[in-house]
C-alpha cells in the first residue's frame, strides 16, 4: 500500500542512453513533482504536474520530459544521458485545491548512475 | 525570494543528548516551512510543518520546531537523541502560489553511542 512509488529503484546505463524513470502515487492527490538531488544531497525541484497541466519546468535541460498520463502518474523521460545526469530523481506528490503550501509525500527514490 | 539556510552541514551529538538542528529562512511573505527527514538510501519523510496556526509545532519521534518571526528561526529540537535519529535533515519553505520546495542544505546528524 505504498503511497508514492517509483520505478525503478536503481538504474545503471552508458552515456547517450534514453532511460525512463516512472512514479505513481495512490493517495489521490492532484499534484505531482520531480526533483533531483546531487552528489551533494541538494534538493532541486524539476517539474511538476497539476491535473496532467504542467506548473514548474524549472531550468533543466530539454533533454529532460516530464510526462503525466493521468493525474495518479508523473514519468520522467531522459534523452541523451550524460555523466553529469548521476543523482537521485525523488518523485512527490500533494493535494493543492487547499493551495500549494500543502505537504509533499516523497517516493522512495531511483537512484541514476551514467557511465 | 524566499530560501532557507541550514547552519551546520554536520551535527554530532551523544545519545540522550539534546538535538538542535538550525534553519534560517528569508520569505517576504509569511512563509510555510517543513522539516524533512531522510534516513540513508531512503526518500523523504515529513517531519513537522509550520503553517502559522501555532509558533510551536509537534512532530513526529519526538521531534518539535519553534517559528521565531523576529529571528526569522524554525531550529528543530528534540529533547533526548536516539541512535535510530542519526539520519540527514533538510529544512524547506515552500512558494505558495506554485508548490515549489526550496530546499536547504541539509544537516546530518550523527548520535554517537
Known sequence: ?115 | AQSVTQLGSHVSVSEGALVLLRCNYSSSVPPYLFWYVQYPNQGLQLLLKYTSAATLVKGINGFEAEFKKSETSFHLTKPSAHMSDAAEYFCAVILSNTGKLIFGQGTTLQVKP
Request: charged letters at 20%; hydrophobic letters at 30%.
Open chain 1, 1 to 115: 500500500d505504498t503511497a508514492v512509488s517509483q520505478t525503478p529503484k536503481y538504474l545503471v546505463t552508458q552515456m547517450g542512453n534514453d532511460k525512463s524513470i516512472k512514479c505513481e502515487q495512490n493517495l489521490g492527490h492532484d499534484t505531482m513533482y520531480w526533483y533531483k538531488q546531487d552528489s551533494k544531497k541538494f534538493l532541486k525541484i524539476m517539474f511538476s504536474y497539476n491535473n496532467k497541466e504542467l506548473i514548474i519546468n524549472e531550468t533543466v535541460p530539454n533533454r529532460f520530459s516530464p510526462k503525466s498520463p493521468d493525474k495518479a502518474h508523473l514519468n520522467l523521460h531522459i534523452n541523451s544521458l550524460e555523466l553529469g545526469d548521476s543523482a537521485v530523481y525523488f518523485c512527490a506528490s500533494s493535494q493543492t485545491s487547499g493551495g500549494y503550501q500543502e505537504t509533499q509525500y516523497f517516493g522512495p527514490g531511483t537512484r541514476l548512475l551514467v557511465l
